[in-house]
């Protein structure tokens, strides 16, 4: 449960917000903090248990995947992947890589070759998601078409068009050199 109050000063210290200098402190802040803060108030049982809830598909479950998403913390994204890794059913795989994608950052990068791997084609075209998702903010161009350039070959002819399809948006882009 949360704490009814929050003790702002350990907060920033925990987070290394606040910089002592020569003429006393500097204090960072903006969207990324409050994210980061919001991540660490309400602690790692929340983020797991919106995980789990978000792929029960329940009412409700699209709050929280739009919380997951817009905070994207790295608890979540790792259970995402660890359910991929143990689900009993393709569904929750699939379902697992789905959501990853909507939280991925640039470590989820790693993770591509086993999700690639996969023997669902619904999970591989997920992974073209997590590449399409991430070139867009924090992957560079050539390296996202360098990551897509294997499965131009998936046995699977959809994945193969999908990852076509990808490859061409991304060279399509005005900043594509």
Same mark, same amino acid.
């Given at each position: /449960?949360?704490?009814?109050?929050?003790?702002?000063?350990? $907060?920033?210290?925990?987070?290394?917000?606040?910089?002592?200098?020569?003429?006393?402190?500097?204090?960072?802040?903006? #969207?990324?903090?409050?994210?980061?803060?919001?991540?660490?108030?309400?602690?790692?049982?929340?983020?797991?248990?919106?995980?789990?809830?978000?792929?029960?598909?329940?009412?409700? #479950?699209?709050?929280?995947?739009?919380?997951? !998403?817009?905070?994207? @913390?790295?608890?979540?994204?790792?259970?995402?992947?660890?359910?991929?890794?143990?689900?009993?059913?393709? !569904?929750?795989?699939?379902?697992?890589?789905? $959501?990853?994608?909507?939280?991925?950052? /640039?470590?989820?990068? %790693?993770?591509?070759?086993?999700?690639?791997?996969?023997?669902? @084609?619904?999970?591989?075209?997920?992974? $073209?998601?997590?590449?399409? !998702?991430?070139?867009?903010?924090?992957?560079?161009?050539?390296?996202?078409?360098?990551? +897509?350039? @294997?499965?131009?070959?998936?046995?699977?002819?959809?994945?193969?068009?999908?990852?076509? %399809?990808?490859?061409?948006? +991304? !060279?399509?882009? @005005?900043?594509?050199?």
């Amino acid at each position: /449960m949360m704490a009814d109050r929050v003790d702002w000063h350990s $907060l920033a210290e925990t987070l290394g917000t606040i910089k002592r200098t020569e003429n006393g402190k500097s204090e960072s802040g903006g #969207s990324r903090v409050a994210a980061r803060a919001l991540i660490h108030i309400l602690g790692n049982k929340f983020f797991l248990d919106a995980v789990d809830y978000t792929l029960s598909w329940s009412d409700g #479950s699209e709050a929280s995947r739009s919380v997951l !998403q817009f905070l994207k @913390p790295k608890v979540a994204v790792d259970q995402c992947m660890e359910i991929f890794r143990s689900a009993h059913t393709d !569904q929750r795989a699939a379902d697992a890589v789905y $959501l990853l994608s909507d939280l991925a950052d /640039m470590d989820a990068v %790693k993770w591509l070759d086993e999700i690639f791997a996969s023997r669902l @084609p619904i999970v591989r075209n997920y992974g $073209l998601r997590i590449i399409d !998702q991430l070139w867009m903010s924090d992957l560079e161009a050539d390296e996202a078409v360098k990551l +897509i350039e @294997p499965i131009l070959a998936d046995e699977d002819p959809l994945v193969a068009e999908n990852a076509k %399809k990808l490859i061409a948006d +991304i !060279q399509d882009e @005005p900043d594509y050199t």
